[in-house]
């Protein structure tokens, strides 16, 4: 081995990595500098990060991809978007909404507000149109040739609010030639899932593609109480896009996009006093299949959109028009409190209600458009340019509505309250990249951006209250500088210094008891990050490692109340964060691939002066922070200046691992005229707080999940099947919680298993 290692070229020796996968390539390594290409090397990765498409290796940042087999594996059961969470280094994503309103973590930056009108700091763009709000982010993931996740503030050249990152969907878009696919998914829980997608060539100069995803799966969780809504967790899902592609010649291409989702399901399932207090395990005989609660529990999304993207190829000039609408109709009800009955009617559980909460927020209005003009250069050369201007509008209606759990039927309350918010921004940005030298090329981005937000809210019972009137006009300069510089012709280093910004956020979930909107300014990121990405033996191995570090002044945070089921928009002084990254990915043998991937993330608020409210089941219980009431949790952090406030100046960013990884391993071999293949996929993340405080209950433990895919392909690959199963350890645990009433947690998904059989023609 040492013999064999003395003959690696000098870059083979630059990283630790080299030493851990070297025994696996001994031929390969000793070789890679002579021999020519050889099957079994890696596929060149191509991605848009920088609105051109590029070599991976060539992008001055950190970029995840996922596509092909590994996208088909993690897909696989009707998993929603939260797929991803763990699939990429840094990035963590969860929802208290179940499959609708994922919340997306890149580096620790994230966002736990349960509001409607919720800003979240890392920006999702699906097929070059920005999802501004949360109830776009969760569209289902089918019929898609990538995913980019892109990690840093991405403040220059997509849409607004990126300071954390973006991720990236694009799908698979329309060919001049016929072919599909059908996808037919059977699995436990009476999970069905049918998708499939038609190419339609209808000239030399037209063409469609139409892509189609239904999910579907049976109730799994039973309500043995004769109150409330009685079966729990089954959904339809359903999904479809249409694209019509017109290229009348080499200058002009115009791509139509239609879509649109219709979600029935449930809400989340939030489980009173399931957390063993003083410790985050769930309590002793847990049964998941159970839940006696006296509250209804509905939730339905229905999204719509269009696209219209055009492209004008002149003389050394491309020029670019991208025009998006979308639009949103939601309605979630749940009984937040978890059980049934209360302190004063009895009877009263599961453990101890300290009062009933069923409520339901509502999106009856929502539009988005945006427009995007750019330009950019298209001639070889040292210097090469994009400029642009971008423009987005939103309009948005929150309805928020309680009822009577303990009422015949559940009826609705008089009060409720409702927020409107109108959005305008506009924003006007350019890049320049220049090769100083073979070795060494510069980029460089700047953009201007200004935001409107007019925002009202009101309540309305017997004496109304509002409207509150918030207008704010903000406006910001970011920009970015990075370069990347070859070692040689498998290795380049990279640097990167960014800045990021998050436009003003605002919310009124006003209830009588403080009857004001929440505000919260503009929040402004500086990030640094380096690495290198290198292609090894012979490109059958490919290696990403980066170290970063951040600052972002006047963070925009959310603060539970401590007693009602609201939220308060805060601003920390400072938050930090600092870590590294590796994503490795390698053809082990003409059978054998793997990918791994793991991060280390390190976030700290820095506001000496900064309280919030703890759990509110100290004050409605007697109990105290020494002394834990019956519902009380274990609040960890120093007292702060007012009862029932803690500080938390030292803590890290909610819902933020210190630790991630992933791994996979996928094994084929040709039997008889087809192939059969092995797949496992594992991710891991260390624990993470629940909220801004810490308390023992809420302090999420570490989480190991994997999933295995086993299957057959034959005739070329024309058809597929396939048994999986995801989960497959049946881990199930606290992930979220609610805290201003009792110990209610809310819990992963427990393992699922099916089959697939798949057609392509």
Known sequence: MKKIASRMSFRHSRTLMFVAVAGAFPLQAAVAQEAAPVAGQLETVIVTAQRRSENIKDVPMAITTLKGDKLDTLVAGGQDIRFLSGRAPSLNVESDYGRSFPRFYIRGQGNTDFDLNASQPVGLV??????????????????????????????????????????????????????????????????????????????????????????????????????????????????????????????????????????????????????????????????????????????????????????????????????????????????????????????MGPGYIPFSVETADLLPNHKQTTQEFRAESSIAGPLQWIAGV?????????????????????????????????????????????TVSERLKLRGGLRYTSDQKDFSAKRVEATTAGPFVINNDSKNVSWDLSGTYALDKDSNLFARIATGYRAPSMQGRLNGLGDRPSFAGAEKALSYEAGIKQDLFDKRARLSASVF???????????????????????????????????????????????????????????????????????????????????????????????????????????????????????????????????????????????????????AKSLLEGGVRVGYKWQDGKYEVAAFGRNITDKVQVVGAIDFDNLTGILNEPRTLGVQFKANF
């Not at 999910?215 to 019509?244: C, I, K, M």
């Not at 979308?326 to 049934?340: H, I, Q, T, W």
């Not at 801004?692 to 809420?698: D, Q």
Request: charged share 20%.
């Open 126 to 347: 699906v097929d070059d149109i920005v999802q501004e709000s949360p109830m776009l982010k969760g569209f289902p993931v089918f019929d898609v040739d990538q995913v980019e996740v892109l990690r840093g503030p991405q403040g220059t050249l997509f849409g607004r609010n990126s300071p954390a990152g973006v991720i990236k969907f694009d799908s698979v878009k329309p060919q001049f030639k016929t072919e599909g696919y059908l996808n037919v998914g059977f699995g436990n829980y009476g999970a069905k899932t049918l998708e499939g997608a038609f190419n339609m060539p209808f000239s030399d100069t037209v063409a469609a593609r139409i892509s189609l995803q239904s999910q579907n799966r049976d109730d799994r969780v039973h309500n043995p109480r004769p109150t409330g809504t009685r079966d729990f967790e089954g959904y339809s899902d359903n999904a479809g896009r249409f694209q019509l592609l017109v290229q009348p010649n080499k200058e002009f291409s115009a791509l139509f996009n239609v879509h649109a989702r219709d979600l029935d399901n449930n809400a989340t399932l939030f489980r009173a006093n399931i957390i063993k207090q003083g410790t985050n395990e769930l309590v002793d005989n847990f049964d998941y299949g159970s839940y006696p609660s006296d509250g209804v529990n509905k939730q339905t999304l229905k999204t719509k959109g269009a696209s219209m993207r055009l492209r004008w190829n002149l003389d050394g000039l491309t020029l670019h028009s991208i025009t998006g609408y979308e639009s949103a109709d939601f309605y979630s009800r749940a009984d937040v409190d978890g059980g049934y009955g209360a302190s004063y009617a009895a009877p």
């Open 390 to 434: 971008f423009y987005f509008k939103e309009s948005i209606q929150i309805d928020s509505i309680s009822f009577n759990s303990f009422g015949p039927g559940n009826p609705q309350n008089s009060a409720y309250a409702t927020q409107t918010q109108d959005t305008r921004s506009w924003a006007a940005f350019g890049s320049l990249n220049y």
């Open 549 to 699: 570090q951040y600052r972002v002044k006047d963070k925009q945070l959310t603060a539970g109340s401590g007693v009602i089921n609201m939220n308060q928009l805060i601003n920390a002084e400072k938050v930090t964060g600092q870590g590294i990254e590796l994503d490795f990915q390698a053809n082990l043998s003409e059978s054998l691939r793997m990918t791994l991937g793991g991060s280390y993330n390190d976030t700290e608020i820095k506001d000496a002066k900064l309280f919030v409210q703890q759990c509110g089941n100290f004050a409605n219980t007697g109990g105290t922070a020494t002394t834990p009431s019956k519902a009380g949790c274990t609040v960890t952090d120093p007292a702060g200046p007012f009862a029932g406030t803690v500080l938390i100046n030292g803590n890290p960013l909610p819902r933020a691992p210190k630790f991630q990884s992933n791994f996979t391993l996928r094994y084929s071999t040709p039997v008889a005229n087809g192939e059969f293949y092995a797949a496992t996929d594992w991710a891991y993340r260390s624990t993470y707080n629940m909220f801004l405080y810490e308390a023992k209950e809420y302090k």
